[in-house]
């Protein structure tokens, strides 16, 4: 299959598998399904498992799983889509699930259950980054063609796939939550990028924080920290939508200055572009 083919398929997402097909739909016993051997989400939150058990408990599946036959085992069947569900429905204590059997192959398997995660915005920017990698190592997609599969830009897809060079502890830090996105590519190819990650979680640094330190800035730093914590809060919570630094400066009154930075023209005509559409 073409790769244009395979954008076409694969941009509808797991839409186009379950529309239409409640004729299809089943229930299984929760024995006979097991986890999906592509699945790029690894890291499954107790606390969120016990939260949507109880949800189950009250109101039933609402989504059915959508699986495949087993290649080794005819009675068992292997999820695409839904593994957090299963496991929740398990904490339910159910017997049956219901779900949509799909005849797939292993490519069709890992391609829909990488694109399903991402456009959930469901995993975190590790297993994030593992996935699209996996779409291009295996399946010969370029960040191009991925960024329009699921709808992120290129700049997004690059710097996630960043995040894979830095040290395996600190990647385990993102994938823990101790460490976010935004912390993680402002430590990329720095040399002592673990010895930063842990003063990130042991003093609360800010991403302006850690840019600072890492350019050797130490006057910037004690200018940052003096910052009050609603403004450190805007900067991450911005730095971590766009991908790329972020500064507020602040002024009298209420006036102030908001400082984006770009380390390459991609990232400053992939911003124009956003900006450029919000404002149509």
Do not use: C
């Not at 398990?90 to 990488?114: F, S």
């Not at 450190?232 to 006036?255: F, N, Q, T």
Request: a positive charge.
């Amino acid at each position: 299959m073409s790769v244009g083919a395979q954008r076409n398929r694969l941009g509808r997402g797991l839409a186009s598998l379950i529309s239409g097909a409640a004729e299809d739909q089943r229930s299984l016993p929760l024995a006979s399904i097991k986890p999906g051997r592509f699945n790029p989400r690894r890291n499954f939150l107790q606390a969120q498992l016990d939260e949507l058990a109880s949800s189950i408990r009250e109101r039933g599946l609402v989504q059915p799983l959508v699986v495949r036959p087993s290649l080794s085992d005819a009675e068992s069947f292997e999820i695409v889509a839904g593994e957090r569900r299963w496991r929740a429905a398990q904490l339910a204590n159910l017997h049956q699930v219901p779900v949509i059997v799909r005849e797939l192959t292993d490519q069709e398997a890992v391609e829909l259950a990488i694109i399903e995660n991402v456009q959930r915005e469901d995993l975190n920017a590790i297993e994030e980054g593992e996935g699209y990698k996996l779409l291009m190592d295996g399946h010969g997609y370029t960040q191009e063609d991925l960024a329009k599969v699921i709808g992120k830009s290129r700049s997004h897809l690059a710097n996630t796939l960043r995040l894979l060079k830095l040290p395996h502890r600190v990647q385990e830090m993102v994938r823990s939550g101790q460490l976010s996105a935004g912390h993680a590519r402002a430590l990329i190819g720095r040399a002592d990028a673990e010895a930063l990650a842990l003063r990130i979680v042991n003093e609360g640094l800010t991403v302006r924080d850690i840019e600072a330190l890492t350019q050797e800035k130490s006057p910037n730093l004690k200018r940052s920290r003096s910052k009050d914590a609603d403004t450190r809060a805007a900067e991450a919570e911005l730095s971590e939508a766009l991908g790329l630094g972020v500064e507020i400066k602040k002024g009298k009154g209420e006036k102030g200055e908001l400082r984006i930075r770009y380390t390459t023209l991609d990232q400053l005509e992939d911003l124009r572009q956003r900006l450029l559409r919000r404002s149509r």
